[in-house]
């Protein structure tokens, strides 16, 4: 089988004297969807920020496509992995298509203008997140859901090998929220999400890395890494795994 495209080995962070991340493994195959779920402050951003190659461990290692994240230029890394915060900051005049060509800078050489070529996978971004209607529009008179979906055009637009998705599907309502996956599915797009829709991830990833207190619980298929009991383990509540009457979907719900 051909090496992971991702392979991140004994990664350790702290903020200063808090400890946010311990001895965290992952790797991602070529077309792999993985789940990174846990409960606030469990350090799934703190790990996006690391595969990224925008904060360097402690301990451990990085490898993209056979190279270490963290000894290559920042243009290469942005062809390599494209990076979806949490929290995007962007200038609220900012147009959606400006926003979305940003996506394009790591191809771009000096301060040349977009080519025919960054437009088109501009436009083709947007259309894949279905917001073509809205390019000309300022960033800021949107709405949050909205926003969010320019933001991962922008992403999507960066045509990196690797997406690094933290809380893509957040503000994004049920029908956009799983289109998003489908069409990730669909493109064979390589990438680590973070969600915390447990439904999401127990139904559309090849595997989910369960986080809880900056350790791995568990880092499998859905249905063996999400359980009743690491999902009590790692988020401290009682819950019920349903399923659909076809078997097709699974949840999990509050047991009180
Ligand atoms: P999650 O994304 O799972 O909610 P984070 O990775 O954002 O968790 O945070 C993990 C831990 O690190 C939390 O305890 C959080 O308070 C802390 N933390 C996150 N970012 C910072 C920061 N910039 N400075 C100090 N502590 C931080
Ligand atoms: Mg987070």
Redesign the pocket.
Known sequence: MAEPLLIAEGLSFS??E?C?LQDVALDVRENELVAIV??????????CRLLAGLRVPSTGSVQVAGSDIFRTTARERARRVAYLP?DLQVPFETSVLELVLLGRLSWQEGLALATDDDLARANRALEFVGIADLAARPYGALSGGERRRAAIAMVLAQSARLMVL?EPANALDLRHAWDLLARLREQQATAVV?VHDLALASSCFDRALL?AK?RVVTFDAPQIALTEATIEAAYGIAVHRVTTADGGRVGFLPRA
């Not at 606030?40 to 790990?47: D, E, M, Q, V, Y």
């Open positions: 903020y200063g808090r946010a846990g409960p606030n402050g469990s350090g799934k951003s703190t790990l949490q933290d973070v986080l900056g």
